[in-house]
């Protein structure tokens, strides 16, 4: 996984939109805002990805394919929905089997984009309350394992005025300035 900051620029989404020269996230600066990621080769990633999964009780997933084929009509609708700023009230946690693609994580508090290019083999966990987006890349395709702690049961929470007082979003703040 490679991070670095969105230039913040107009055009395409699934173009890489990293500043020239790049600006590189560190992985002291991920951890501050929470993100954690793993690399673990698709080649026989199964029982690797079930002792995560067993030592964080993530009990159950699914696999889904976000690409034209996989989705066919709501592709479009679907990748405009991702790429809207959001949070959850659960970790949002992907194991990338196939294509990639980026999510974008809010850093707090400058607010500033951080881009995560993912590919086949990366294990993301995004924390609850952190406001994020996601889009394919120019490959239009993301294979990716999606893994939950409870019922495979997944909701946005869009930004504005009733995301700023989540209880998540508010314990998500309070987590990261302790730990600065
Ligand atoms: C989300 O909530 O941002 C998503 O599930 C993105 C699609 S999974 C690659
Ligand atoms: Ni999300």
Redesign the pocket.
């Known amino acids: 996984m490679r991070a670095y900051y969105f230039d913040n620029l107009p055009g395409d989404q699934r173009l890489p939109h990293d500043f020239n020269p790049s600006r590189p996230v560190d992985p002291d600066t991920l951890q501050s805002i929470k993100v954690e990621s793993w690399y673990i080769p698709v080649e026989g990633h199964e029982d690797k990805l079930d002792g995560v999964a067993k030592e964080r009780d993530y009990r159950n997933r699914d696999v889904?394919e976000?690409s034209k084929n996989g989705l066919g009509d709501i592709y479009e609708e679907k990748l405009k929905g991702?790429y809207k700023e959001?949070i959850?009230e659960d970790e949002?946690i992907?194991y990338?089997l196939q294509g990639g693609?980026f999510?974008d994580v809010r850093q707090a508090p400058s607010d500033q984009w951080i881009r995560l290019a993912v590919s086949a083999g990366d294990l993301l966990v995004?924390p609850a309350g952190i406001y994020?987006?996601?889009t394919v890349d120019e490959r239009n395709l993301?294979r990716?394992v999606?893994l939950f702690k409870d019922e495979p049961k997944?909701s946005?929470i869009y930004r504005g005025t009733e995301s700023e007082s989540n209880p998540h979003r508010i314990e998500y703040i309070k987590s990261i300035s302790v730990a600065a």
């Open positions: 889904i976000i991702f959001h959850h949002e992907r990338i693609g999510f995004i994020h987006r996601f993301t990716t999606r997944w946005a």
